[in-house]
Nanobody
């Protein structure tokens, strides 16, 4: 059973930065694809970014492209989401998820999920 733990959320001002971490236990992390999703109050969960840790393929939502950067450290079984130039509309609960090998943009393609971490950006 894969367990995911997110950390790094918190508060930031517009224009600031935060880095989210997603630590995975269980099987070999290098075979995973890690996705980040977010859900704001009253809105549906939406795709943010995803990375295939073996292929290095990365995908970003248009809303975060150029501001957010995904990476992974296989030795630490941890994926990261570096968030720069934050905007108030980035405020949401951020979730990481994993699936095998190929990164995907649909939440329904992911099997294992973390508990979420709150990100709040003030103007």
């Amino acid at each position: 059973q894969v367990q995911l733990v997110e950390s790094g959320g918190g508060e930031a001002q517009a224009g600031g930065s935060l880095r989210l971490s997603c630590a995975a236990s269980g099987r070999s992390f290098s075979n995973y694809a890690v996705g980040w999703f977010r859900q704001a109050p009253g809105k549906e969960r939406e795709f943010v970014a995803a990375i295939g840790l073996s292929s290095g393929r990365i995908a970003y939502a248009d809303s975060v492209k150029g501001r957010f950067t995904m990476s992974g450290d296989n030795a630490k079984n941890t994926g990261y989401l570096q968030m720069d130039d934050l905007k108030p509309e980035d405020t949401a609960v951020y979730y990481c998820a994993v699936r095998m090998v190929i990164p995907a943009m649909s939440q329904y393609d992911y099997v294992h999920w973390g508990q979420g971490t709150q990100v709040t950006v003030s103007s």
